[in-house]
């Protein structure tokens, strides 16, 4: 069962952390924080669907609120908070995991996974990998205002899975960085998929194929992190 623990990220300031514990079967030896998106919490839907789903295949996950979601508040903070936050989660993670010799890797839904990103390019230890679900990799509409320049300062493998019809950035536009960053990148393309990864009902797939192949490459990917 999923367990809550609290993340304490300055003096008089917590947050909330739940831990999907990885089916024993087959299990992977990796625990994966993934971070939500900038308008929903730990609770959402996605956030929720994808952390069962990894732990049922023997992925740990941890899942936590950013400082603003836990306060109430609708706007993100600053990336510098943004940052602080997601790097005492992964100092309580590694506090949690001492005994278990999990490997770690991190990342997130959309803003989340950019901040996952610019942790890791800040430098936060060694990890197994990043995964980046919908990367945000410019605003919809501005395709000349990239966020990708720190990504070449990353030292981790990288899995960016991305939808089609992703407006914040197309595969082709993530092939042009993914290249750029050679072997430490992989880039998975979902078809029809929205940044949310939903594809419209006139592609004839249902949704929980669509997520379950995210899934299910996902756990490939950071078991062959783990082999490397």
């Keep these: 069962m ?9 003096p008089g300031q917590t947050v909330t952390a739940i831990e ?10 990796i625990t994966l924080i993934l971070g939500h998106g900038a308008g929903a919490g730990q609770t959402s839907g996605f956030i929720v669907s994808f952390a069962r789903a990894l732990a049922e295949r023997g992925i740990a996950v941890v ?16 990336g510098g908070k943004l940052e602080t936050c997601y790097r005492a989660v992964i100092e309580a993670v590694r506090n949690r995991q001492r005994s278990s010799g999990d490997r770690l890797a991190i990342g997130g839904k ?4 950019r901040i996952a990103s610019q942790v890791a390019a800040a430098g936060v230890g060694q990890l197994a ?3 980046m679900l919908g990367y945000p990799l410019h605003p919809p509409g501005k395709p000349g205002q990239l966020r990708a320049k720190h990504l070449s300062i990353v030292r981790s493998a990288m899995l960016f899975v991305q939808g089609s019809r992703d407006a914040f950035g197309t595969p082709d536009e993530m092939r042009c960085v993914v290249e750029q960053l050679k072997s430490r990148a ?3 393309v979902v078809e029809g998929g929205d940044h949310s990864f939903k594809v419209l009902k006139s592609a004839g797939i249902r949704q929980p194929e669509v997520y379950r192949a995210v899934h299910d490459r996902i756990e490939t990917w950071l078991r062959a992190r783990i082999a490397d």
């Design 20 to 29: 999907y514990p990885a089916a024993e079967q087959d299990r992977a030896r």
């Design 2 to 10: 999923p367990e809550q623990f609290r993340v304490e990220i300055a």
């Design 129 to 131: 990998g990043l995964v």
């Design 186 to 188: 992989d880039l998975y």
């Design 63 to 78: 899942t936590f609120n950013f400082l603003y979601i836990e306060q109430g508040r609708r706007l993100p903070d600053s």
């Design 110 to 113: 959309s803003m989340g996974g």
